[in-house]
C-alpha cells in the first residue's frame, strides 16, 4: 500500500466524527419525565458509549 499524505487521516476521521455526532443527535432525543403537573423533572441520566474500529491505531498514520 501506499504512503498517505500528511493529514489524511486526520480529516477522514473528522468527517467521520462529524457523521457520527449527527446520527446521535437524530437518534438519542431526550425527552424528560415528567410529574404529575406535566412539569419536565430533573434527569439522571447514567451512559457510557464505546467505539471499536477493528483497526489498529498505528495504521492510522
Known amino acids: 500500500m501506499g504512503e498517505r499524505p500528511p493529514g489524511e487521516g486526520i480529516e477522514r476521521r473528522a468527517v467521520l466524527d462529524a457523521a457520527t455526532w449527527r446520527m446521535i443527535e437524530r ?34 498514520r
Open 27 to 60: 437518534h438519542f432525543r431526550f425527552d424528560p419525565a415528567r410529574d404529575r403537573f406535566r412539569h419536565p423533572m430533573p434527569p439522571l441520566i447514567v451512559e457510557d458509549n464505546s467505539w471499536e474500529m477493528g483497526i489498529d491505531p498505528a495504521e492510522w
